[in-house]
């Protein structure tokens, strides 16, 4: 009898003991600085940079984080997170213009497409697919960083987003990519197909016979226009105002991660607290669970296999322990599911404060109202119909 009773006690000191347990990860303060080219590159060997909005991953959120995802902020997220990288890129000197394109319509020299694959103020995942407008894919990888409560500090928070290693990162692989494997003739090749692709867009019955696909499906040229040829100079007009609207876009793209910025850092930070906070309570939940269900299992075994009535009230007391850690397990997930709903406010109240914004171009206002692919498809019939104004002109 006493055997059995040491038993059960020592059992339920092990749950205790077990449950009071605590998982603790270690994270790296480490921070990538931006590499520039070492080498002064002449303008003309400048690949312009289009990035464009991001997909937001809805598709592709784990099973696990399904009910810790907000689909609204992974939203503004899909904008956010591009522009912070077209700014790293911009400032590390080693490219042309670095645009954040509403799609893909609009050729450049280079497109870079995101997939934000998690995203939790703890943690940020980044697919990056890298491709020239030649139709040649440099590469695809996936970036992540998880970060400390270092990042969120006041004094590091003015210096850099809490997740800037990232897009320093990215920055630095294109770097490398370029030199490694692009010359300075095919970064020539390239500015040009970029042009001659513009022109197709507008004048595919002038401009078609300059551009070839190879048995890979890439272009190549062919042939190139005179300079002086007078639709190539209509073109190049009509590809300029293209880029003023693109860089009036990308001042909406400034004013929406201006005005996001607080929100969403407040976010992402107590977001970071609520990643801890429900990852150590699922924890103890288990834990609770996992315990309690084996003090029941020996209570009863204690309570049924003796006669003796101080097992028997041994085994009850074992059977009560285990269901108090059980019900305390339910608890704990109660409290987590709070926590869910709290961020779940918090995105209610980021997607109010990033409302959509009027732009004025040169002769017409345009109200971009959340959907700047769709202002930005009116805008190339707008360009259509200049062009062919101005071709009738000739």
């Not at 312009?48 to 902020?73: C, K, L, Q, W, Y």
């Not at 197709?200 to 040229?221: M, T, W």
């Not at 007009?237 to 609207?245: Q, T, V």
């Not at 041994?314 to 019900?327: D, E, F, H, Q, T």
Request: glycine share 6%; charged share 25%.
């Amino acid at each position: 009898m006493k055997i059995e009773l040491k038993n059960l006690v020592g059992s339920l000191l092990v749950v205790c003991f077990v449950s009071a347990c605590a998982t603790h990860t270690v994270k790296t303060t480490s921070y990538t600085p931006i590499i520039t080219d070492s080498q002064n590159v002449p303008e003309a060997l400048l690949l312009d940079v289009g990035i464009a909005v991001f997909d937001p991953g809805i598709d592709e959120i784990m099973r696990s984080e399904e009910e810790t995802t907000n689909h609204e902020i992974r939203i503004a997220e899909s904008r956010y997170a591009p522009f912070l990288l077209a700014e790293t890129l911009q400032r590390s000197g080693n490219w042309g213009i670095v645009r954040l394109m509403p799609n893909n319509a609009s050729p450049m020299d280079l497109f870079i497409n995101g997939t934000i694959l998690q995203s939790n103020g703890e943690a940020m995942s980044i697919r990056i697919a890298v491709t020239d407008i030649t139709g040649r894919e440099w590469y695809t990888k996936v970036y992540r960083e998880v970060i400390s409560q270092f990042s969120y500090d006041p004094s590091q928070r003015q210096q850099n987003d809490p997740f800037q290693v990232i897009y320093n990162t990215i920055a630095n692989d294109l770097l490398a990519y370029r030199k490694r494997n692009i010359s300075d003739q095919e970064i020539g090749e390239i500015r040009l197909i970029s042009e001659l692709l513009f022109a197709q867009r507008f004048s595919p019955e002038a401009f078609d016979n300059y551009l070839i696909k190879n048995r890979r499906g890439n272009y190549q040229i062919a042939s190139l226009p005179a300079e002086t040829d007078p639709l190539l100079q209509r073109v190049r007009d009509i590809r300029e105002r293209d880029f003023m609207f693109i860089d009036t876009v990308q001042d909406y793209y400034a004013t929406y991660v201006r005005q996001m910025r607080l929100p969403y850092d407040s976010w992402r930070e107590q977001s970071y607290q609520e990643t801890i906070t429900l990852r150590e309570l699922s924890a103890s939940a288990r834990r609770r669970f996992i315990a309690g269900a084996a003090v029941i299992v020996g209570g009863l075994a204690a309570a049924s296999g003796s006669s003796n009535y101080a097992t028997q009230t041994g085994g009850a007391v074992g059977v009560g322990a285990g269901a108090y850690l059980i019900k305390s397990g339910f608890d704990k997930r109660a409290e987590a599911k709070i926590h869910m709903e709290a961020l779940e406010e918090l995105g209610q109240s980021l997607e109010n404060e990033v409302a959509p914004r009027v732009i004025n171009l040169e002769d017409r206002t345009i109200t971009l109202t959340g959907s700047v692919e769709e202002q930005y498809g009116q805008w190339r019939e707008i360009l259509a119909d200049l062009y062919a104004e101005e071709i009738g002109e000739l």
